[in-house]
Every structure is written in structure tokens, then in C-alpha cells.
């Protein structure tokens, strides 16, 4: 059985790692990119101890920023619908509060996708897949209404309508007021879910 003094080794590596995230996050937040050794200064942590937790900048800072986001959506449900829901519904209640969030937490997401694609200068960070989950709950009660390569082409075309990727491409490329985005998605969630009710109908009958 793990000693009282083990509990607390791993409770204070914990803490010295999120002082770290939180110090990363700041830094990003001021919109630098900071090294390892600069989140290491700012919170006061020795640059060798901060080393033996990331020994690189691109993963430290794309895990502080997944970690604020992860603790923003922490208490929300994404599979909440009206009892007896149908899949075009279910499309725009997860597409709009997806969407919501991100707009409500733009320059946080907006950040993330500069970690992503290495702010111009750093290779790229592979990027979360937290959304595919909350997706595929809000369908879950309508997912056996499609056959399986149907729901997964459902669920990648919702997906697309879910990220910082899109109000970037609705508001900044296509020029939609902010208050338009959610509308727009919703509309957009629609017709990918009509497409994918038409195509497993076409399934059903060729069988």
C-alpha cells in the first residue's frame, strides 16, 4: 500500500507541474511563446525541475492551453436534447453549443490554434479530439439509425463545425457577424445530417 510520504511526492509533482501550466498560460495569454525556461521563471520553478517535465516548449504549451479548456467545459453536458430528439436537432443543439463556447472563449481557442500550427516558427502540435466524444454522445441516441461509415462521415463533417477553425473561416474569411455564427452552423449542421439521412436510406434500400 503506497506510504503517506509517496501520496505526497506525487501530490507535490502535481502541483509543480500545474504552477508550470498555469505560468505558460500567462505567457501565452501576453501573447509571447514562451520556452521552457521562461514558464520555469515565472513560476518560480528551477529551470531543471521544469525540464524533467517538458523538455520542450511546443508540448507545454499545447497542453496548458488544452488544460484551461478542458476545465471550462469541465461541468457541461453535451448530450442534453429533448426527449425523442431526431438526429437534425441533435446536429444543432451540439453544433451551437460547441460553437457558443468557443466564441465565448475566443482569444483562449484562438491561442490554441496558433500552438497548433507553431505560431508561425515551431512545428506543428497535434491537436485534441475532445469534440469527436462530444459528438458522438449527443448522437448517440440516433447513431443506430445509420450505418457505421455513415455515422463517422456524420460525425467528421459536425466536427468541422465545431472548432475555433470555424468561426475563423464564418467570421474572419466570410465576414458573418459574430452573433450570425451560431445560426449559420446550425444551418450548416442540417444539411450534413439531411446528407447522411439520405445516404443511409440509399444503404437501406440497396441491401
Known amino acids: 500500500m503506497p506510504s503517506q510520504e509517496s501520496f ?4 507535490q509533482k502535481q502541483r509543480t507541474r500545474n504552477a508550470l501550466l498555469a505560468a505558460a498560460r500567462e505567457l501565452l495569454a501576453e501573447g509571447t511563446h514562451p520556452t521552457v525556461a521562461e514558464a520555469a521563471d ?33 461541468e457541461v453536458s453535451f448530450a442534453q436534447a429533448p426527449a425523442g430528439a431526431g438526429p437534425e436537432e441533435r446536429a444543432e443543439i451540439i453544433a451551437g453549443s460547441i460553437i457558443a463556447m468557443v466564441m465565448t472563449h475566443e482569444a483562449l481557442f484562438r491561442t490554441f490554434l496558433s500552438v497548433s500550427v507553431g505560431g508561425g516558427k515551431r512545428p506543428p502540435s497535434r491537436r485534441g479530439g475532445r469534440r469527436l466524444g462530444w459528438i458522438r454522445e449527443a448522437l448517440a441516441p440516433v447513431a443506430a439509425d445509420f450505418p457505421p461509415d455513415v455515422l463517422d462521415r456524420m460525425v467528421h463533417g459536425i ?19 459574430h452573433e450570425a455564427v451560431i445560426a449559420e452552423t446550425q ?17 437501406s434500400n440497396e441491401a
Not at 49 to 67: C, G, I, K, N, Q
Not at 164 to 177: A, F, K, Q, Y
Not at 187 to 203: M, P
Open 8 to 11: 505526497e511526492r506525487v501530490a
Open 159 to 177: 466536427a468541422l463545425l465545431t472548432g475555433i477553425e470555424t468561426l475563423v473561416v464564418l467570421h474572419d474569411v466570410c465576414g458573418l457577424p
Open 42 to 74: 515565472r513560476a518560480q520553478i528551477s529551470r531543471a525541475t521544469a525540464y524533467r517535465y517538458f523538455s520542450a516548449p511546443e508540448p507545454m504549451a499545447h497542453e496548458a492551453v488544452l488544460d484551461a479548456i478542458a476545465r471550462e467545459f469541465a
Open 187 to 203: 444551418a450548416l449542421a442540417r444539411i450534413i445530417v439531411r446528407g447522411a439521412l439520405a445516404e443511409a436510406q440509399l444503404t
